[in-house]
């Protein structure tokens, strides 16, 4: 069992940056972000592997970039250049196997086995 804690959300403007992280109580070898906003459905943000693959959902590329410290066990997301409609519950994920690195898989929920308690984050216009 893997225990993942998210910290570093908080309110921001449009245009803003924020950057989340997420302690892990163990190794898995992918680590990612999940967002919900009110009343939609989790969407993947971001995933990196250990060995160097990293995928972004379109909405967030170019502004989102995503890294970890595996000495330490930690995820981080950098946001950038943040929009209102970033505005979501941001939820760390991890995961030990293949499915969480596909290209068509990696932002399915059913490829995480283990979650975090979220964290807010609001972009006002």
């Known amino acids: 069992q893997v225990q993942l804690v998210e910290s570093w959300g908080g309110s921001v403007q449009a245009g803003g940056a924020l950057r989340l992280s997420c302690a892990a109580s163990?190794?898995?070898?992918?680590m990612g972000w999940f967002r919900q906003a009110p009343g939609k459905e989790p969407d993947g943000v971001a995933v990196?592997?250990?060995?160097?693959?990293?995928r972004f959902a379109d909405s967030v590329k170019g502004r989102f970039t995503i890294s970890r410290d595996n000495a330490k066990n930690n995820l981080y997301l950098q946001m950038n250049s943040l929009k209102p409609e970033d505005t979501a519950i941001y939820y760390c994920?991890?995961?030990?196997?293949?499915?969480?690195?596909?290209?068509?898989?990696?932002?399915?929920?059913?490829?995480?086995?283990?979650w975090g308690q979220g964290t807010q984050v609001t972009v006002s216009s």
């Open positions: 990196i592997v250990n060995g160097g693959i990293m």
């Open positions: 994920a991890a995961a030990r196997g293949v499915l969480c690195q596909g290209s068509t898989t990696w932002s399915s929920t059913y490829a995480y086995a283990y």
């Open positions: 163990g190794y898995t070898n992918c």
